[in-house]
């Protein structure tokens, strides 16, 4: 795909979004790809794609909230988490329980988005909103700003990408200890490994071809690129 081939398939891609329709068929990833394989060819694109990405995601997404409000939101539901956690310790039996298990949901939820925006942005990709994208999809994420995003390192966007799938693995297990200490019954902490082992499994059967862990082994294909080119 040359210039020319990339710059036809940016204008359809640009005609689509605004008629309030989506990517497919318009070649646009395509074309984003072969940017990736070949940095030279972002000059003079990388602001168009950021702005076709942008307005592709307004149109998809269910709920956008702006980034800043949406960050200082999820701090307050992983704080609110930690308090729920922490009260566990002060009630006995089912409200101990109740307290906890809230605490580790919102937690659980609240630090996968957190962890994709604090390492985007550790290694220099900026982000625009949070958001919901569908009603079966409801857990919230963090939409990064494209342009920012190619001028990052693909082996640095890869870990971007894993990092909220490290963090949802590492969570259920962190939590187990302190249910430990707060008393709960054993089903509590088995509970806790369960989540963690789903995860883990759901991740080798479905977020390697459709989610997180597909974005960090594409990433780290043009990574791969770069290195043999």
Same mark, same amino acid.
């Given at each position: 795909m040359g210039p020319s081939d990339i710059d036809q398939a940016l204008t359809r891609a640009e005609a689509a979004v605004k008629a309030g329709d989506g990517l497919a068929g318009t070649? &646009? #990833?395509p074309a984003v790809a072969e940017m990736k394989k070949n940095p030279t060819l972002l000059q003079g694109h990388a602001e168009r794609v950021a702005g076709i990405d942008q307005q592709a995601?307004?149109?998809w997404a269910l709920l956008v909230i702006p980034q800043g409000a949406g960050t200082a939101l999820a701090w307050l539901a992983v704080a609110v988490g930690g308090v729920l956690v922490g009260l566990a310790y002060s009630f006995e039996d089912w409200p101990a329980i109740v307290?906890? !298990?809230? =605490? &580790?949901? +919102?937690? &659980?939820?609240? @630090? %996968?988005? !957190?962890? %994709? !925006? +604090?390492? =985007?942005? !550790?290694? =220099?990709?900026?982000? @625009?909103? #949070?958001? +919901?994208? @569908?009603?079966?999809?409801p857990q919230p994420g963090v939409k990064v700003d494209y342009s920012s995003y190619l001028s990052t390192a693909p082996k640095r966007r890869a870990w971007m990408h894993a990092s909220g799938a490290i963090v949802s693995k590492i969570v259920p297990f962190a939590l187990i200890v302190p249910a430990v200490a707060a008393g709960l019954p054993a089903w509590v902490v088995w509970a806790l490994v369960l989540v963690g082992v789903v995860s883990v499994i759901t991740d080798v059967l479905w977020s390697t071809t459709k989610s997180d862990w597909k974005k960090f082994r594409r990433e780290m294909a043009f990574a791969q690129t770069y290195r043999s080119g």
């Open positions: 070649g &646009f #990833w995601f307004r149109n307290m906890f !298990l809230a =605490g &580790f949901g +919102v937690i &659980f939820v609240a @630090t %996968h988005g !957190l962890a %994709h !925006l +604090v390492v =985007g942005r !550790l290694v =220099g990709i900026r982000f @625009t909103a #949070w958001f +919901v994208g @569908t009603i079966g999809r």
